[in-house]
């Protein structure tokens, strides 16, 4: 099954003389330099800890608001 190549793909291939698409699709695919490897990586600790950082805050405003909850109540004696 082939595909319809664009422009950009045609000429691509003709400046690097491949001769079939998938070498062209897998030189695409293929990260640029190691830099590029190793920041491109799903940052798994800074998500759980900015995770953890808005469970804090969220904990704190409850905290905050059931004080003030308590604060305001006009008890009747």
């Not at 595909?3 to 291939?13: A, D, N, V, Y």
């Not at 905290?63 to 604060?71: E, G, K």
Request: proline share 3%.
């Amino acid at each position: 099954m082939s595909r319809k190549l664009t422009r950009l793909e045609k000429k691509l291939m003709r400046a690097m003389g491949l001769g079939d698409v998938r070498l062209l699709d897998e030189l695409l695919a293929a990260p640029i330099s190691q830099w590029a490897v190793d920041h491109s990586e799903s940052p798994d600790e800074e998500y759980a800890l900015a995770d953890r950082m808005y469970e804090e805050a969220d904990r704190q405003r409850d905290a905050r608001n059931r004080f003030n909850a308590l604060s305001e109540c006009n008890y009747a004696n």
